[in-house]
């Protein structure tokens, strides 16, 4: 079946783990203090993002689980994913200014 889609539709789901997890501490290994901090800033500004995060990267659902656990379609839990994502690495790097 996927041999019939045109070759841009066969374009890999990002995976959880692709959550921005360039910050280090300085032992090498993931600031998850920052990420924590990054993570509650971004849900205060937008709960619903905030919560797709969490079931994604730490809940390890897939984007239909997680459009099923929000009611809403994997469309949007794709879009929504794309954007905090976004949103934490550049909070994470320092560059949000609000």
């Known amino acids: 079946m996927n041999a019939a889609r045109p070759p841009c539709s ?4 990002v995976a959880p783990s692709a959550v921005p997890a360039t910050v280090t501490s300085p ?5 998850v203090i920052a990420l ?3 993570l ?3 849900a205060g500004l937008y709960p619903e993002q905030g919560r797709l995060v969490e079931l994604r990267y730490f809940g ?3 984007i239909e689980e997680t459009g099923e656990a929000m009611g809403i379609s994997p469309a949007t839990v794709k879009r929504q994913w794309t954007v905090a994502r976004a949103w934490l690495l550049r909070d994470l790097k320092g560059d ?3």
Do not use: N, Q, W
Request: net charge negative.
């Open 96 to 98: 949000v200014t609000l």
């Open 40 to 42: 509650t800033r971004l």
């Open 10 to 13: 066969r374009v890999p789901a």
């Open 27 to 31: 032992s090498g290994g993931t600031d």
């Open 36 to 38: 924590d901090e990054a």
């Open 60 to 62: 390890g659902l897939t």
